[in-house]
């Protein structure tokens, strides 16, 4: 019986109740990161890999249900009722040359 796969609101809930950190691997594909955490569970693993090109999208933007560490948190940001993290959004865009500062 295969697992379920998770929707990409699922999966992003996931990654922020068990502090999950999604990075990008050598062929820029998003990938859950958990140094020595739980075993991800296979619905998760799935949606990980079905959903890339909207976690990617929610990564761009700064979605601050993903961002990896407390300390972004004085970054934070809600504007038209969404939570993004201004430190992730810049660092995701500097790592692909495209950082352009948000308009407000």
């Known amino acids: 019986m295969a697992s379920r796969i998770m929707t990409v609101d699922q999966a992003v809930e996931y990654v922020a109740q068990y502090h ?3 990075a990008y691997n050598e062929h820029n594909l998003i ?4 140094a020595g955490g739980p075993k991800l ?3 998760f ?3 990980i890999y079905k959903h890339q090109a909207e976690l990617a999208a929610r990564m761009r933007a700064g979605d601050s249900r993903l961002c990896p560490t ?4 004085k970054w934070h940001r809600r504007k038209h009722g969404i939570s993004y993290c201004l430190m992730c959004r810049q660092l995701d865009e500097s790592m692909n040359n495209t950082y352009q500062p ?3």
């Open 41 to 43: 569970p296979m619905a």
């Open 102 to 104: 948000m308009a407000s």
């Open 45 to 47: 693993k799935r949606s």
């Open 70 to 73: 407390r300390f972004h948190r």
């Open 31 to 34: 990938e859950p990161f958990t």
């Open 20 to 22: 999950i950190v999604l």
